[in-house]
Structure formats: C-alpha cells, structure tokens
C-alpha cells in the first residue's frame, strides 16, 4: 500500500467511536469521540476562508460518556445528509452536523453499546449478555456478538444459529458471501464461513482494537485489515489468514475506514491512532508476498515446504546422533544389548485413554496406559479451541510421579475441570520413556473430542429430590432409540445403554454436575412413547433446578435432530420466583421515577419562581427579601441534588433489574424452537411495554400470551 497523507489532529481518538460520514450531502468528514464526553468533526473540504484556509474541527459537548458512535442516511434520496448517531449510557442522540440540530432524542433505559444503521426498527429481542459488538453477513442476517461468549445470527426475528467463543466478542465485520471476521477481548481474530467452518484464526497477546475489509491487491477479493492495541496494523488474506503486509504506528490503532477523503476519484484506507493521527493508504496492483508473522516474505509456497521437510529431518538427524552418542558411552560386551538401541521402546507399544466425569475429583479425569513396561514421563493436554479448560487456559502439562519410585509409570491419571458446557476437541500429547534410558522420549499423539455435557456423572438410581413440576416437557416424533444414540454423543456414560434392537417405550437417564461450582446440579432426563392427537410421540421431560442448563441441552437436542419447530412447557419455581422478585423491583423503581421526576419539576419551577423574586428584590434594593430567596434557593437547589443522586442509584437498580428480566426472557425463549423461541420473546416485550409485568411469568411458563391468542 502507498501512504498519501497523514493528519495530526493533537486530540485522542476513543477506540472504536469513530465514523465517516456526508454531513452535508456532498463532502466526506471524520467524526471521532474524545476526552470529556465530546466528539470533534474533522471536515477538511469545509469552512474554507478567503486566504484559502480552513477551519477543519468542530465540537459538539454532550458532557456524556459516549459508547457509540456512527453515521448514516435516514433517507433513500441521492445525496441526502448523513445524519450522527451517538449512544450514551442511558439515551440515543440523532444529530444533523451540517444544521447543528438534534433530529430525535431517545431515552435509552440500558445505554447503547452497539449501533448500527437501519432506518426503522426492523425487530426486536434479547440475547444472554450485554452486546459488544454487531454487524450485517447480507442485507437480512445480523450478527451480534454479547459479553457471554456467544455469537448469534438473526434474520428477522428469527435465530439462525449461536457460536460459543472463548471470551468476550469485541468486533464483527461481514466480509461477503456469508463469511464474517470476528475478534475476542483475549487477542483472537478469525473469520467463519457460513457460520459452518472456521476458516482460521490467530492468537496474540495484543487486544485487536479494529476490524475491516479492502482489496489492496486489486484482485477482486478484499483482504482483512486488523489494528491491534500496540499500534500494530496487519493484512491478512481473508480465505486463509495469511499475512501480507504490516506496518508499526505510534499507538493503539483507534478505527480503519474506507473512503474517498481527499475527493479525487479514489478511496482510500483510513487509519485512525489513540494519539489523534489520521494516515491513508491508496491501494496497489503490486503483487503482495505472504509473510511469516515476523513478518520476512515467503518465496513460495513450495519453496516453504521444502524449507519445513529439511528442516524436520535435521531434528531427526540431530537426534538419531544424540541416541547413538548415548549408545557409544553405556555399551557393554554383550552383543545382545549391541544389537537393541538403548532407549528404543518395546515393538507395537501403544496407549489407550479412558475419559470419565469423576464426582470424587470433582472434574474430568483422564486416564492413560500403556500397553508395554514403559515409563510416562509427562503428559501435555492443548485446549484446541480455547473454551473448554477452567481459567481461559489453553495448556495444561502434568509430570505423573510414582509415590514409590518418584518417576513415571505405565499408566497416569489427569484431572482437570471443563468451564462451560461446550463440546471440545484436545491435543493429548505424552512423552513416554523406556525403562533403560528414561532421558530419551518418545513423543504420542492424540486428539481426544470431549462431549458437550462431559461434565455431567451418570448416576446408576434416580438423584434423592425427583423434582416434581420442576423442567421442561415436549413432545416430539422422534423414536427413543435415536435419543439413547444422542446421549451416547453428547455425555460420558458409566452404564450400558438401553438396547436399541427394538423399539423403547419408555426411557431414563439421571446425572449430577461434577464442578464444585454448579452445587452438584441434578439432571434428569426421561421419556415415553404415548398417542397424542391420533400420532405416536416421545413425550420427553427435562428436570433440573436450572432453566439455563435445560435451555443448553434442549437446544443441542434440536440440532442434533435437526428440528426447525418446538414449542414446550416450562415450570422452574426458583428462578420464576427470582424473577417475580424482579419484575416487583421493576415496578418500585418505575413508581420511585414518576414519584421523583414530578418531585424534582415541581421544586424546579419554585426555584424559576425564587430566582424571579430574588432578581426582582434586588432590583428594587430589597437585600433582606433577597437574601431570603436566595437562602430559600440555596436549600431547594441541595434538595435537589440529593433526590438527583437518588434518582441516579434507583436507576442504576432499575437498569440492573431490567437487565435480569431479559437475561430471563432469552433463557426460557432457549425452551424453544423457530417461530416458538421468537414468540416468546415478542410476547415478553409486548407484555414490558405494556407494562403487564405480572403476565410475563405465565408467558415464560407457556411459550405464548394466553391473554392475546386466538
């Protein structure tokens, strides 16, 4: 790429919150949050003076945090303004930059923290957590990424699928044709295909801080341009992440744009800095090497293969020398031990490994045993996709020492504890030893696929408490032979299955959490064959005490099956009775505002009153009428910040309970599936409006609003 110009404006430049945008229909402009809750216009093509010169910035003070930023057209017409978008922590704010006029302020109870342009409110739901990031794949499919982990997809109002990442999703952006490049908050981005395969991803101790796409190389496919939080901008194809060009900037890179910013017929990629410099590039027909990550070029694809092949059998070489070394100092004079490498294992050694939820060590235990007198000198676990291992962490080595002996054995046990219910895949990879020369090591390999819900021990009886009403029930065409194969794939279980030779009528499985964590939760899960409207159907009921849990496995279930429709029935007492507990939360706060906002109106006008009064007394040299209104004025102004500060606290609760109610709504929509899972939510979100608090429960419980259904 070729550098064409760099702007330094002297203001920081809030990671992020940084847009372009037409302001006034016909010249592009640089809008950018800064320091004290402002955003400065940069608009080099306007307010040019008589000599030639320009007054390029312009302030707008909203004295609030801002946490969102972007601009767009509310209309179709060719070379309508752009209008700014700005979200704070309680409001949205739509502003005409070109007519310094607001065009609609929005009171926004939960604060923006993501934004982007649609021109009407196209619908309406909840996700699990708060949303940090959102983009469009295609005109009708929103991704939304949220502070739990999760990826969702939704077109309408309809979900299309859910990804679970390793740690907070930060950015988004659609590349085209159904693929999309994500980043976490723990330094990885990658792109997906179709929400089907993972294309590739990479992983770095720097937080990437923006994400876009440009074709620089003029070759019809945009590449994906990645700025991180050490200033370091990179370029990667966006089929296989390789790195085609980088450059160093002088801090953390703030936003990457595309446009035409210098109006002479050619767009340009914008980079924005933390330090408040703006550089752009113009792109280039020069073909673009791939780069190792140190960045020094690659000659060729064939060229690095065969650097890679000389370059492991000089590794073997350097080994099979350091063996022989060994084998010259510790020869004896019999000719059998000439005849058999010192150190060299027993012929067809092997290892087989057993995984099992272990309620004693309160984790997932992993044995492994060899199949000849060898020793294991230490065993490496690699978490391949970065979600299953407790802590975040993506390495575990243990060293197996014998308590007799003080070395390895023939056989070693591991333990360690999953941190969500999501299916992974683990490197094992063990280093084993033969008894003679314990310093050489052979290196076994293996991937291990641990199941969804590993965590979860099969108990041989029913759990002590049967919890009657507590789950969820449903019915489905399914036979129960196919659901004894879903367990069979989605748990670890200690008993022979039911036999699937013929066909089940009835069908019961029971586990127990193993994380200390989880209060050792119970799960049942059971089901029998009955006649429902002239059909045969498995009536499946799922018991726990976690409608969260529930949610996850009937929801693996739906794409294990493959089902598109499902509508249940729900009763989980402790968390509607928490929730009833909210929704009374809600409606005390709701009452505190009105209460507090009329207070606050009526002692607003006394003080317009006073101040009138005061001003007139002294005008007319009445100093003791004054200073009694001002004294007056005095106490009603502290009266009033303090029923401000507690306003302030009741709306943080009210927020907070808020919050809780929806986090609620998106676990029990989870009960459901396709058009059942969206009715949910639009039924809770028609009853919120409403303010029919009371009704959600029942809602919740049912799938759908007694009250309004035909």
């Not at 950018?32 to 955003?39: E, L």
């Not at 990658?190 to 074709?215: C, E, L, Q």
């Not at 050489?440 to 965590?455: C, G, K, S």
Request: hydrophobic share 40%.
């Amino acid at each position: 790429m070729k550098p064409t110009f760099t702007i330094k404006l002297g203001q920081p430049i809030f990671h992020g919150l940084v847009t372009c945008g037409k302001f006034d229909g016909r010249t592009p402009s640089i809008a950018f949050a800064t320091t004290g809750g402002k955003i400065i216009v940069h608009s080099p093509h306007e307010n040019v003076n008589a000599d030639g010169s320009t007054n390029s910035l312009r302030h707008l003070n909203l004295n609030r945090k801002i946490t969102s930023l972007v601009a767009g057209s509310l209309s179709t017409e060719e070379g309508a303004r752009d209008i700014l978008f700005v979200g704070t922590q309680s409001n949205l704010l739509a502003y005409d930059v070109d007519r310094n006029a607001d065009v609609f302020f929005v009171d926004v109870q939960d604060g923006v923290n993501s934004l982007t342009i649609e021109g009407t409110e196209s619908f309406w739901t909840v996700t699990g957590d708060n949303i940090g990031a959102m983009a469009f794949v295609d005109s009708s499919t929103l991704l939304a990424g949220s502070d739990d982990f999760e990826l969702r997809a939704f077109q309408g109002e309809e979900s299309l699928y859910e990804i679970s990442e390793a740690d907070k999703i930060t950015m988004l952006h659609g590349l085209g044709q159904g693929k999309f490049a994500y980043g976490l908050s723990n330094g990885t981005v990658g792109v997906y295909d179709n929400a089907k395969v993972r294309m590739w991803r990479v992983k770095t101790k720097h937080k990437p801080t923006a994400i876009f796409s440009y074709d620089i190389d003029m070759d019809g496919v945009d590449e994906l341009f990645i700025g991180w939080s050490n200033g370091l901008l990179t370029v990667r194809r966006s089929d296989n992440g390789s790195v085609i060009f980088r450059e160093m900037f002088d801090s953390s890179i703030s936003a990457i744009l595309k446009v035409d910013y210098r109006m002479d017929g050619k767009e340009e990629v914008i980079i924005c800095t933390e330090a408040g410099t703006i550089t752009g590039y113009l792109p280039t027909e020069a073909e673009f090497g791939t780069m190792f990550e140190s960045g020094i070029m690659k000659e060729s694809a064939e060229d690095q293969r065969i650097i890679d092949e000389l370059h492991k059998q000089k590794l073997e070489m350097a080994s099979e020398m350091k063996l022989i070394e060994k084998q010259i100092k510790t020869k004896t004079s019999s000719s059998a031990a000439a005849d058999s490498p010192i150190g060299a294992l027993p012929p067809n050694t092997s290892l087989n490994y057993e995984l099992r939820a272990d309620q004693t060590a309160e984790a997932l235990v992993l044995r492994i045993e060899a199949n000849s007198d060898v020793q294991i000198m230490n065993v490496i676990v690699v978490d391949l996709e970065g979600i299953m291992l407790e802590g975040g962490r993506e390495v575990i080595a243990f060293a197996p020492k014998n308590q007799v002996t003080g070395t390895g054995g023939r056989s070693a046990t591991l333990s360690f504890r999953p941190s969500r219910n999501q299916p992974a895949k683990l490197r094992i990879q063990t280093h084993i030893a033969s008894r003679s020369l314990t310093t050489y090591l052979h290196v076994f390999e293996t991937d291990i696929t641990v199941p969804r819900f590993a965590a979860f021990c099969q108990l041989d009886e029913p759990y002590p408490n049967d919890f009657e009403g507590n789950g969820v029930i449903f019915s489905v065409k399914e036979g129960l032979e196919r659901f004894v194969s879903y367990f069979l794939s989605s748990f670890l279980l200690n008993f022979p299955p039911p036999s699937t030779s013929s066909e089940l009528q009835q069908l019961k499985f029971c586990f127990q959490s193993v994380k200390a964590n989880a209060n050792r939760e119970y799960l049942k899960i059971s089901g029998v064959r009955q006649r429902e409207n002239t059909q045969t159907v498995s009536r499946i009921r799922i018991q726990c005490d976690s409608m969260e849990l529930a949610g996850d496995l009937l929801q693996d279930m739906g794409k294990y099956f493959g089902w598109s429709q499902l509508s249940s029935e729900a009763d989980f007492p402790k968390d509607f009775a928490a929730l009833e507990d909210v929704i009374e939360t809600v409606s005390a706060c709701n009452a505190a505002r009105t209460s507090l906002t009329a207070d606050m109106a009526d002692d607003s006008a006394r003080m317009k009153a006073l101040i009138i009064r005061a001003e007139d007394s002294r005008l007319m040299m009445d100093m003791e009428s004054m200073r009694k209104s001002y004294t007056e004025l005095t106490g009603l102004n502290n009266g009033l910040i303090g029923a401000y500060s507690i306003r302030m606290k009741n709306h943080e609760t009210l927020l907070a309970a808020l919050k809780e109610v929806n986090q609620t709504i998106q676990r029990a929509a989870t009960l459901r599936v396709g058009d059942a899972k969206g009715r949910v939510v639009n039924d809770s979100r028609a009853a919120v409006k409403e303010n029919r608090m009371s009704d959600i429960v029942r809602i919740l419980q049912k799938g759908f609003d007694s009250t309004t259904a035909s």
